[in-house]
């Protein structure tokens, strides 16, 4: 049984510290209907979703509500609270702001950039409740908000609960501006109501107010209405009571239409938002479209199934998509944790956030339940996909995933990233989960045919895109799916390999790493001269992305990271081996027939050797004693390009920007290289590819992610000669890496756009 408040037409908000209001039952008989809301009592019509007409036609609703005058107006309205933010403001107000500015990932206030953000939701957050306060008063005799807006939105409607006017910082910030400036602003609290799908155009209105350089870290992308639709109707029967975490404007949840109910649609939703500014965006849309709902303001991922009034029959997930690398490391070593309890895997902490939801989400399931989730598809490659997929085959049967071709462009209107919708249903310990279709969409399908191939589509070409039928128990975890959407084999026969071009060595071996690799601090300790250091890369896991920079060194530095390699040049003041240095062990000082060639530097050195035969055995040690000179390491020729083999994580080929920082022998380099830097670069690209990866799986000798190889079997890589390839490509791919090495991870839209350029060449 789904409720709503009296009179209403909604279900009253719930926050995390308050209690859901239940006041009248909807009927039964009622679900499973198309409403026609008017001044009249509703008249449920009996109706498929599928029979709805494209463009419903209601005289007072409008196809466009949102207008450049429109976005204008709160624009100007913004810049008058702008100015504000660089004012003395009260404590409170700064603790509470600065703690806003950490939810959303903005830079701190003193930002000119934070400041823009802070205020275009401010006025965002007005217009919403300016909103909210004229929906109720079209049924109830309350006042014009063009004077004392702020005390009536405080207490709007006697009787009615919703959590959309709760006040956060942002009402103490809209406040600051003069109130007449404010009025335009209010002028357009009717705008929204006359919406067709206000979801959308509360989308499309957060969208064009906030800067697009404050979003990105937030992972916070808005669903296309077609593509949410289709996720909305496959996971509900009609009637159900729909979860909905990361809500944000409510696309995924709310109704086709503010004035029809379908068959399809859900008698009751919950939405989940730690951000109290997307709680409100999404409970207005859901609230203008007649949606019985409760919005949350919490984390989902610390949400339990206990914690809510209703049990959850469905869910539709736009989770947000933030790199591990933008995940704050507190936050991201607990999300991990909790995720690892919960699944028992090890879950890599290269996972980006929308993973842990899609971990997360199963506990709100029962068995049957479904669940549809769109994402970025690099989890279908990437090794820390590896866990995913091995929990989505356990947990649920896989009954489609949906590529949205990427050679098309980006679904997203704000992100390049590649779309991915997974369509799961919780499963029975021992049921056979049948086949997987694997469809890609290359042109825009019907609604109807989309949902028919998920369902029971026929494996080949379409007129649309492509299926691929695979049986579940067929597919392994450690598999590159993303090859699944082009099941072609690659015949890599005409392929020349890495070796042709470079060849490949490991780093040589330090021995004692804990005396001859050093922290800055170490360094100070024993007072150690840079003449007698080297810089130095010390495993694959101090780098972040695709380049190792001296910016990049100095950051390990800072960090406390072992940075330095003891790395003197031949010096004839000290001893031939370390035994010689065990009659004065004893004492710190050089021997007296070295004094007088001995400055102060040369006689730090010697104490930390002293201190290496002391502590650390390098008498005794057979790496260090074989050595032409006991007191370095080995030397190798520099290189330009190291290569990560052994990791959990897929391998990756570095750009080393100084070719004269050393490298350990947990790293390979490349050597002998017979190309230009801009064929290196291509080559480089290419490597580091999904369609490279892809490849990989056509060759036995080669392990699918390219995981722990030994130099001759990299050497094996089958490769595109960027000698034979067009300069056009070869220059198209080389910018492309560079892209990519200005990126800290694996950017999906640089990954596509390389994939998509090989495809042209193979």
Request: with cysteine.
């Amino acid at each position: 049984m789904v409720t709503i408040p009296q009179n209403s037409g909604i279900e009253a908000c719930n926050t995390e510290d308050s209690e859901s209001v239940y006041d009248t039952p909807v009927p039964d008989a009622v679900i499973g209907t198309l409403w026609k809301t008017t001044d009249s009592p509703i008249s449920p019509v009996q109706i498929d979703a599928e029979d709805i007409p494209e463009e419903p036609v209601f005289p007072e609703r409008e196809q466009t509500v949102i207008d450049e005058q429109f976005i204008a107006t709160l624009k100007t309205a913004a810049e008058t609270i702008k100015s504000s933010l660089t004012s003395d403001l009260p404590h409170k107000i700064r603790e509470n702001l600065d703690q806003w500015c950490s939810l959303h990932n903005l830079d701190g206030i003193e930002s000119e950039e934070c400041q823009t953000a802070i205020a275009r939701q401010a006025v965002l957050n007005l217009v919403l409740k300016a909103s909210l306060y004229e929906y109720y008063a079209r049924d109830r005799d309350l006042p014009s908000l063009t004077t004392d807006a702020r005390e009536k939105l405080q207490h709007p409607v006697s009787g009615v609960e919703n959590a959309g006017f709760d006040e956060t910082v942002l009402d103490s910030i809209v406040w600051h501006a003069e109130e007449s400036n404010l009025v335009p602003v209010l002028e357009y609290r009717d705008r929204l109501l006359r919406s067709m799908n206000p979801a959308e155009d509360i989308g499309e209105l957060y969208a064009a107010l906030l800067p697009s350089e404050c979003r990105p870290p937030l992972g916070q992308y808005r669903t296309p209405s077609d593509i949410g639709s289709l996720m909305k109707r496959w996971v509900s029967a009609g009637g159900d009571t729909l979860l909905d975490p990361g809500m944000g404007a409510g696309v995924l949840s709310s109704p086709v239409h503010p004035e029809l109910r379908t068959s399809g649609d859900p008698g009751y939703v919950t939405g989940v938002e730690r951000s109290h500014l997307s709680r409100l965006m999404g409970t207005t849309a859901l609230t203008l479209a007649g949606q019985p709902h409760s919005p949350w303001a919490k984390d989902f991922l610390g949400l339990l199934p206990e914690d809510l009034p209703n049990d959850v029959d469905a869910i539709v997930c736009n989770p947000p998509y933030t790199r591990s690398l933008d995940i704050p490391k507190g936050y991201q070593e607990a999300i991990n944790a909790q995720a690892t309890r919960e699944t028992g895997l090890d879950i890599s902490k290269r996972s980006p956030l929308y993973t842990y939801f899609i971990y997360h989400l199963q506990r709100f399931l029962s068995i049957g339940d479904r669940a549809a989730v769109i994402t970025p598809q690099a989890f279908l490659s990437a090794s820390y996909g590896d866990e995913l997929k091995e929990f989505l085959l356990s947990e649920f049967d896989v009954k489609a995933l949906v590529q949205y071709n990427p050679a098309n462009g980006s679904v997203f209107d704000d992100a390049n990233t590649t779309a991915l919708v997974t369509f799961l249903e919780k499963n029975a310990t021992g049921s056979d989960p049948g086949a997987t279709q694997f469809i890609r969409v290359d042109e825009p399908p019907s609604s109807s045919a989309l949902r028919e191939a998920v369902d029971t589509g026929k494996p080949g070409e379409t007129d649309w895109g492509f299926i691929n039928a695979v049986e579940q128990c067929d597919l392994m975890a450690e598999d590159n799916w993303q090859a699944l959407f082009h099941p072609v084999a690659v015949d890599t026969s005409d392929l020349a390999t890495l070796g042709e071009f470079v060849s490949v060595h490991r780093g040589r071996t330090i021995g004692k790493v804990d005396f001859f690799c050093l922290s800055e601090s170490k360094v100070e300790e024993h007072s150690l001269s840079e003449e007698y250091l080297s810089r130095m890369a010390r495993k694959g896991s101090h780098i972040d992305g695709y380049e190792f920079s001296i910016e990049d060194w100095n950051e390990n530095r800072a960090g406390g990271r072992e940075v330095w390699l003891l790395d003197p040049d031949e010096q004839e003041t000290l001893p031939a081996t370390p035994e010689e240095i065990i009659p004065t062990a004893v004492d710190s000082e050089p021997p007296v027939r070295q004094k007088a060639d001995t400055n102060d530097d040369i006689s730090n050195l010697w104490s930390y050797l002293v201190t290496g035969v002391k502590e650390y055995d390098l008498d005794d040690t057979g790496a260090v004693q074989n050595r032409p000179l006991w007191y370095r390491p080995p030397r190798q020729d520099p290189t330009s390009v190291l290569v990560e083999f052994a990791t959990r994580d897929e391998v990756r080929f570095i750009w080393l920007e100084d070719p004269e920082i050393r490298y350990s022998n947990n790293l390979y380099g490349f050597y002998d290289v017979d190309l230009t830097t801009t064929e290196l670069k291509a080559l480089l690209a290419y490597l580091n590819s999904n369609y490279a990866r892809h490849v990989a799986q056509t060759s036995p000798k080669l392990a699918g992610g390219y995981s722990n190889l030994r130099p001759k079997l990299i050497e094996d890589i089958p490769v595109v000669d960027p000698t034979d390839l067009p300069s056009d490509t070869v220059a198209a791919l080389a910018e492309a890496f560079d892209d990519m090495r200005e990126t800290d991870g694996r950017d999906d839209e640089i990954l596509d756009r390389i994939d998509a350029i090989l495809r042209t060449v193979r």
